[in-house]
């Protein structure tokens, strides 16, 4: 499969694959582009939950999002990684210790929604 974030990725498609093959399409694209993330592995990675969750279509909040983040302005490859900063820093917190909280995917879920194309932006800004 040829990988490209700023095309739609077919779920059947996507679904048949196994996730060794799944990464190393993210991984091609990247270096097809020139593009070295400091931690390509982790970027791989964040990049194939995103397109997951993506390919869940109605069963997930991540297509609609998706959708969103295209609609204010981002381009599909911008929202992937908007959507991967929220997978990010869940995996991040969620490893980091105890929760507080009895379901740390509603804790996701409700994030994920929450986020916009400009508090995405904003972010990316204070990072720099």
């Given amino acids: 499969m040829k990988y490209d974030p700023n095309s739609p990725v077919d779920p059947k498609t996507w679904g048949a694959l196994d996730e060794s093959e799944k990464g190393t399409a993210v991984a091609k694209y990247h270096r097809r582009l020139g593009i070295h993330p400091p931690n390509a592995a982790m970027h791989t990675i964040v990049h194939v939950i995103v397109e997951n969750q993506i390919a869940l ?11 969103r983040l295209i609609s204010e302005g981002l381009n599909r490859h911008e929202a992937v990684h908007a959507i991967g900063s929220v997978v990010a820093d869940h995996i991040f917190h969620t490893l980091r210790g105890p929760r507080t909280v009895a379901d740390p995917n509603a804790e996701y879920i409700e994030k994920l929604r929450n986020l916009t194309a400009d508090s995405w932006k904003k972010m990316n800004e204070e990072k720099e």
Avoid: S
């Fill in 57 to 67: 279509g109605d069963e997930f909040p991540a297509e609609a999002v998706l959708k």
